[in-house]
């Protein structure tokens, strides 16, 4: 489990492609100490939750299933790109954001971007199954960063990154027309989930 909380902003180092259709990632974790990681734990690498399988001095290796590549933008993700990195939650962790699996649900894309104030406003494009689970004033996670819903229209939505964010995230260098991992918030699942199964839609 994850915050939404971004950690650092890291690099893809080297993707090598596998003849089976997955990919390994080399990440350079930037200002995240290696120190405490071991072979075995969870990174969320821009949303994705990802298995450390050796780690280095400065980062550390993943696999990337062939199903985590076709639901996610990291087939997408060529060495010398840029990533937002968290490590998993601790029973100390400060839960600055909400809780966030690093289970993408979708791919969006970002609609447009305008200045507000010294904030700018985001409008993203989820995909239509998702949009009954974004709610104003709810959360989202899109590329790891645990963000507020400002508004919603349809299967369209808009945040507001403020310059903290901007500066600490990957969303600086987003434009209109990139791609991001969407994870909608889990309790809308589960509600959804319960609701279903009290109408008797579902078998047990």
Same mark, same amino acid.
């Given at each position: 489990?994850?915050?939404? #909380? ?13 003849? /089976? ?5 080399? @990440?350079? *974790?930037?200002?995240?100490?290696? %120190?405490?990681?071991? #072979? ?5 690498? /821009?949303? $994705?939750?990802?298995? %450390?399988?050796? $780690? ?5 290796? *993943?696999? @990337?299933?062939?199903?985590?590549? +076709?639901?996610? !933008? ?13 490590? %998993? ?14 289970? $993408? ?13 010294? &904030? ?22 899109? =590329?790891? !960063? /645990?963000? !507020? ?5 349809? %299967? /369209? ?7 903290? *964010? ?6 600086? +260098?987003?434009?209109?027309?990139? +791609?991001?991992?969407?994870? $909608? =918030?889990? #309790? ?14 579902? &078998?047990?």
């Amino acid at each position: 489990m994850f915050t939404g #909380i971004v950690q650092a902003v890291g690099r893809i180092e080297e993707r090598i492609e596998h003849p /089976s259709g997955d990919v390994s990632l080399l @990440v350079d *974790t930037a200002a995240i100490s290696m %120190a405490d990681i071991a #072979i075995g734990d969870s990174i969320c690498v /821009s949303g $994705v939750c990802l298995t %450390a399988v050796e $780690v280095t001095p400065a980062g550390f290796r *993943t696999d @990337v299933s062939a199903e985590s590549l +076709a639901r996610t !933008t990291l087939n997408k993700l060529a060495a010398g790109r840029r990533v937002n990195l968290e490590t %998993a939650l601790t029973p100390e962790t400060r839960l600055g954001g909400h809780l966030v699996s690093g289970h $993408v649900d979708g791919v969006g894309e970002l609609l447009a971007r305008r200045d507000d104030a010294r &904030s700018v406003r985001f409008e993203f494009q989820a995909p239509e199954a998702l949009a009954r689970y974004i709610a104003e004033k709810g959360s989202v996670c899109i =590329d790891g !960063t /645990s963000l !507020t819903v400002n508004g919603v229209d349809g %299967a /369209s939505f808009d945040v507001n990154i403020v310059p903290h *964010t901007l500066r600490a995230t990957t969303f600086g +260098a987003l434009r209109p027309g990139d +791609a991001v991992n969407i994870e $909608v =918030d889990q #309790i809308a699942r589960y509600v959804e989930r319960l609701l279903t199964w009290r109408k008797g839609s579902v &078998s047990p």
